[in-house]
């Protein structure tokens, strides 16, 4: 079993920025592909970065190219995401998750969740 705590979300002003963490449990995180999703009030829920177990490879939507960044600690058993530039249209909850398999990339299946973190941007 995997668990997934989030930190890190708050109210910022537009043009700021924020740094979320993912605390993960689990002996061979290491191996996990990780990713970040969020879901804005009245949305579906939509992918915003991954990357694999070196922190290497990394996918971003288009939303987050240039202005996010994803990486990882494997020896703290988490994952983050930084946040520059943020825009009011970037509020929502924002979720970690993790493949535990650690094979399905670049197309991951993630099989454990956290309980999201809230990220609201003022105009």
């Known amino acids: 079993q995997v668990q997934l705590v989030e930190s890190g979300g708050g109210l910022v002003q537009a043009g700021g920025s924020l740094r979320l963490s993912c605390a993960a449990s689990?002996?061979?995180?290491?191996?996990?592909?990780m990713g970040w999703f969020r879901q804005a009030p009245g949305k579906e829920r939509e992918f915003v970065a991954a990357?694999?177990?070196?922190?290497?490879?990394?996918n971003y939507a288009d939303s987050a190219k240039g202005r996010f960044t994803i990486s990882r600690d494997n020896a703290k058993n988490t994952v983050y995401l930084q946040m520059n530039s943020l825009k009011p249209e970037d509020t929502a909850v924002y979720y970690c998750?993790?493949?535990?398999?650690?094979?399905?990339?670049?197309?991951?299946?993630?099989?454990?969740w956290g309980q999201g973190t809230q990220v609201t941007v003022s105009s």
């Open positions: 998750a993790a493949d535990s398999s650690g094979t399905n990339w670049p197309w991951p299946e993630y099989d454990y």
């Open positions: 990357v694999r177990w070196s922190g290497y490879s990394t």
């Open positions: 689990g002996r061979t995180f290491s191996s996990y592909v």
